[in-house]
């Protein structure tokens, strides 16, 4: 059974930094992609980050230069740095994973999911 749990949220000034960490388990994950989403309040969810089979990351414009994804060498362990963070960062941060067949963004593409974990930062 595959599982994605998140942990690290809370709550921070604008400014401030937090580390998300996710660990999965149920399978092995070395050729899965796998990506952090978030879904702030009224809004849908949106792609953050994610860390490719093959090593390539991505990032969301928005968290550009600010957010820093990694992955432990197993593939089992998925990291997210985030720095100078702004009150639009507030969110539910979900942990995902799909098979790494092609390049995604799309909410749609994932196939495995965490519960979440909140991050509020406070201006």
């Known amino acids: 059974q595959v599982q994605l749990v998140e942990s690290g949220g809370g709550l921070v000034q604008a400014g401030g930094s937090l580390r998300l960490s996710c660990a999965a388990s149920?399978?092995?994950?070395?050729?899965?992609?796998m990506a952090w989403f978030r879904q702030g309040p009224g809004k849908e969810r949106e792609f953050v980050a994610s860390?490719?089979?093959?090593?390539?990351?991505v990032y969301a414009d928005s968290v550009k230069g600010r957010f820093t994804i990694s992955r432990d060498n197993a593939g089992n362990r998925l990291y997210l740095q985030m720095n100078i963070l702004k009150p639009e960062d507030t969110a539910v941060y979900y942990c995902a994973a799909k098979y790494g067949s092609s390049r995604s963004s799309d909410v749609k593409d994932y196939d495995y999911w965490g519960q979440g974990t909140q991050v509020t930062v406070s201006s």
């Open positions: 149920g399978r092995t994950f070395n050729s899965y992609d």
């Open positions: 860390f490719r089979w093959s090593g390539s990351t």
